[in-house]
């Protein structure tokens, strides 16, 4: 299998549900990231990792929270979340952080929750 | 504050040509990106210009103006498959992506 690839494709939760998001990739690349992307809204970068280590995190609440196992897996845990975070949440990987390094997406996880 | 700036929404014609502009404000500039998006998929990359001027690619150039603070993306000879959004991306002087919230082009027959 090749580029990034996520699952699951959709999710529907509740508020008091804990769920995960996965993202692998089979680039072998050295940064990856989660975006959150809203209708009509430029895309939301979250979270950044390099080499398994988390460089940036955007003010992103504390519901969310990423997990970077190795260099090819990138994890986003969920729980409590409210209806205002149902969006389409995008995987990228790129070689490496911090240079013009085209970034390569997964088809996005859409989250809905009630 | 840093800005990108493109069109909601554009409508063509299968065989014409459409182009979609991107102006942007940011600290800094380490290039543009252009990326393609269809509906419930991943966006795929279309261009990236660093340099002023045009860069042809097929049916699709994406031009830049580094002292105009502006790129457009021209799409030539359209076809129904081209329907997607256009997304306009800006690597600022940190290296950080700064996204435009895309231009979503209908192209009707």
């Known amino acids: 299998e090749t580029g990034v690839t996520q699952t699951p494709r959709h999710l529907v939760m509740g508020m008091t549900n804990k769920k995960s998001l996965k993202c692998e990739q089979h680039?072998?690349?050295?940064?990856m990231y989660w975006y959150k992307q809203s209708a009509k809204k430029p895309l939301e970068l979250m979270f950044v990792?390099?080499?398994?280590?988390?460089?940036e995190n955007n003010s992103v609440p504390s519901r969310f929270s990423p997990e970077c196992p190795n260099s090819s897996h990138l994890f986003l845990h969920l729980h409590t979340l409210q209806p205002e975070d149902s969006a389409l949440y995008l995987c990228?990987?790129?070689?490496?952080?911090?240079?013009?390094?085209?970034?390569?997406f997964g088809p996005g996880t859409r989250l809905t929750v009630l | 504050g840093q800005n990108i700036d493109q069109p909601t929404e554009m409508t063509a014609t299968e065989g014409a040509i459409v182009q979609i502009n991107c102006t942007y404000q940011?600290?800094?500039?380490?290039?543009l990106f252009w990326y393609q998006q269809h509906a419930g998929e991943a966006p795929t990359f279309l261009s990236y210009?660093?340099l002023d001027g045009l860069e042809e690619k097929g049916r699709f150039s994406s031009f830049l103006s580094r002292s105009k603070g502006y790129s457009y993306l021209l799409l030539k000879e359209l076809q129904m498959k081209d329907s997607a959004s256009y997304l306009c991306?800006?690597?600022?002087?940190?290296?950080?992506?700064?996204w435009g919230a895309g231009t979503k082009l209908i192209i009707k027959p």
């Open positions: 990792y390099s080499l398994e280590e988390r460089v």
């Open positions: 991306a800006v690597l600022d002087s940190n290296y950080q992506l700064i």
């Open positions: 680039l072998g690349h050295n940064a």
């Open positions: 990228a990987s790129s070689q490496e952080r911090g240079g013009p390094d085209t970034q390569y």
């Open positions: 210009n660093v």
């Open positions: 940011t600290s800094g500039f380490n290039g």
